[in-house]
């Protein structure tokens, strides 16, 4: 009770700072924003994102360490209290900029999710699980086991269009959206409503998320 | 002037008792603690300078949510933001720069004609330029490099950045040194700096 008393305290002089600065953000609206473009064409979990109350846009590569932190540590909390009580949408878009093998994983999730969005959904948790056994080498071998083992998908077929960059379309529309937004990996595009609240990077805590929502 | 290096025990012995007898002062401990707070501050700032502006500073979130926000954004309170070591190696660059702003401030307002001549004005210089080189230098690259969206050239590191933090540290215990033996003849509170 009283850390609460005393969060208020000093967040009440904090908000009293900001009104003397006249800080007011960058309150642009959702729609005139990068991360929010071609949202119809990404995978997403939770409400529509195009009616949702709030709207998280993850930019991730699968070959990104902190990426993975996001992964275990936050992106469950995430899915657990807001998107699945229905208080917000999450979607993910790829952007490859780690390791190598980071852009045929994303090929390979491009290809998956044209086929099965359950699959893409497994296969996005499992380079995150088994991140540190992934190379440049083995990448698309990997894909293909998993695939095989875990789904009813054609494995090799998405193997296949993920070394022939079939969907080089998709995949650049993820990387101009990543790049329209000055976005890093991991970094969380956060909109309420029709406006963009912020830009959170890094492996942030759940806490970081709902207060920016207010959820 | 030439800036010797720790070499020997009694070196380290040294750094340890001035570190020992400023921070006995409650006014330096407290001017080291605010500036271990304010250095801490600046590398948070540094990695989330666009958050905090919008959410924090700017925006229209309850006073609470802005203050929860920025207290979890510091390592130690971030449970995921960053590692273990990640924190512990922040959290001691910020100790040891808050450490070597309060001998540099004992050094000038107390202290300066200690020993006087080459010796005590190198300490103040290097001691400074350490506290500022190893509390800004790493932290203002990672800034420069988040603004160029090349923070992930971290990931291509060994330790993932950790290095620039390793290499504050060093400098940031060299200094203490450098300060403490600019010092050496001298008596803090009675006390002589190197008995």
Not at chain 2, 4 to 21: E, I, K, N, Q, Y
Not at chain 2, 45 to 58: C, E, F, Q, T
Not at chain 2, 90 to 104: E, K, P, S, W
Not at chain 2, 153 to 180: D, N
């Amino acid at each position: 009770m009283r850390r609460r008393a005393l969060i208020a305290t000093v967040g009440a002089g904090i908000g009293g700072l900001a009104g003397c600065l006249g800080g007011g953000g960058d309150a642009s609206a959702r729609d005139d924003h990068p991360a929010a473009q071609d949202l119809d064409a990404q995978p997403s979990l939770g409400p529509d994102p195009a009616d949702a109350d709030n709207l998280l846009v993850a930019f991730e590569d699968p070959s990104c360490p902190t990426c993975g932190r996001f992964e275990t540590e936050t992106f469950p909390r995430i899915r657990e209290e807001m998107v699945e009580p229905g208080d917000a949408a999450f979607v993910f878009r790829g952007y490859p900029d780690t390791y190598d093998w980071g852009e045929p994983a994303i090929h390979a999730l491009e290809a998956t999710f044209d086929r099965d969005e359950a699959a893409f959904w497994s296969l996005k948790a499992h380079f995150y699980e088994t991140q540190s056994a992934f190379d440049a080498d083995n990448a698309l071998d990997r894909v293909g086991s998993f695939l095989d083992a875990e789904t009813d998908l054609d494995a090799d077929a998405v193997v296949v269009d993920a070394r022939d960059e079939a969907f080089a379309d998709a995949v650049r529309t993820d990387v101009d959206a990543a790049e329209g937004s000055d976005a890093s990996t991991p970094s969380v595009a956060l909109f309420a409503g029709d406006e963009f609240r912020s830009l959170v990077s890094g492996a942030q805590g759940y806490d970081v998320y709902a207060d920016a929502l207010n959820v | 002037m030439t800036p010797s290096l720790p070499s020997s025990g009694a070196d380290w012995r040294l750094v340890a008792r001035t570190v020992r007898l400023v921070l006995g002062k409650p006014a330096y401990a407290l001017v080291a603690a605010l500036a271990a707070v304010v250095g801490l501050t600046l590398f948070v700032y540094s990695l989330n300078a666009r958050l905090i502006n919008d959410l924090v500073l700017g925006g229209s979130l309850p006073p609470s949510n802005r203050l929860s926000i920025l207290l979890n954004l510091y390592p130690v309170v971030s449970p995921t933001a960053y590692t273990g070591a990640e924190s512990a190696v922040l959290v001691a660059v910020a100790a040891f720069t808050g450490v070597n702003v309060a001998l540099v401030a004992y050094h000038l307002l107390e202290n300066a004609t200690l020993r006087g001549g080459s010796g005590s004005a190198a300490g103040v210089v290097l001691g400074t330029l350490g506290a500022g080189c190893a509390a800004c230098g790493s932290t203002l690259l990672a800034g420069v490099l988040s603004l160029f969206g090349a923070t992930g050239l971290f990931a291509l590191l060994p330790l993932h950045g950790l290095e620039f933090a390793l290499l504050s540290l060093v400098v940031l215990v060299l200094s203490l040194y450098w300060l403490a033996d600019g010092m050496r003849g001298g008596r803090i509170r009675g006390c002589p700096v190197d008995p």
